[in-house]
């Protein structure tokens, strides 16, 4: 009686089911336009965007001031409307959310970053990182675990009773790094997050978003500077409100 010899599966013998996948984007934007009207004049800060960013990547957004980096930058944390197009946030459409429903999206799902730190001055550290968990109903003990990781991440534990005032400008970055992650996003958008700082806290904090990165967050990043813009995996380059270019970065 003889054996059959074991059947070795061949490449097209696997279902297409089963095969590796590309993720669907957890943001997706199309033909996004943003207009602002003035008395005597019409502004067109964004026309015709098309965007994709999948869970996990890296992205810069590049281009030249008053290209229409920080208008899009507000479109995709929901601080603003589009004035024509569609904006998918992880598969649903968002342009009908109402302000407490984009709200809520904005605290459970994207974490803020601004060149300008945004820090509320008579709040102590711990409290300016402890602000976006108050909106949860959380107990308290649990959010002091997250304040208390968060500072620790940043290296700014030991600062956790002292005023922003007291804190130089890398310090305060640092802080608001821990602010817009003690929520656990599932995306953080930083806008210009070094524009404030000298280059040495500026590559601080850019390693602060390099490990976010590596463990699994999704950044989008607004920049002008060419020695960050390289640290993405993929870069959006934007000129007079249109994507002009984009193409892989990744480091050798």
Known sequence: MSTASPRVTAAADIPASSAMTTPAPIIRLEQI???????????????EIDLE???GEYVTVAGPSGCGKSTLLSLLGLLDTPTHGRYQLKGQPVEALSFKER???????IGFIFQSFNLIGDLTVAENVELPLTYRGMPRAERLDRIHAALDRVEMAH??????????????QRV???RAVVGEPTIVLADEPTGNLDSKNGALVMDLLQGLHESGSTICMVTHD???????????????????????????
């Open 176 to 178: 608001a790094v821990a």
């Open 103 to 109: 709200a809520r999206v904005r605290n459970r799902t």
């Open 33 to 47: 336009t943003k207009v602002f009207y003035g008395e005597d004049v019409e502004t067109h800060a964004l026309t």
């Open 53 to 55: 960013i999948r869970p």
């Open 159 to 172: 600062r956790a009773k002292h005023l922003p005032g007291q804190l130089s400008g890398g310090q305060q």
């Open 226 to 252: 060419p020695r960050y813009a390289h640290r993405a995996t993929r870069t959006v380059q934007l000129f007079d409100g249109r994507v002009v270019k984009g193409e892989d970065l990744v480091e050798a």
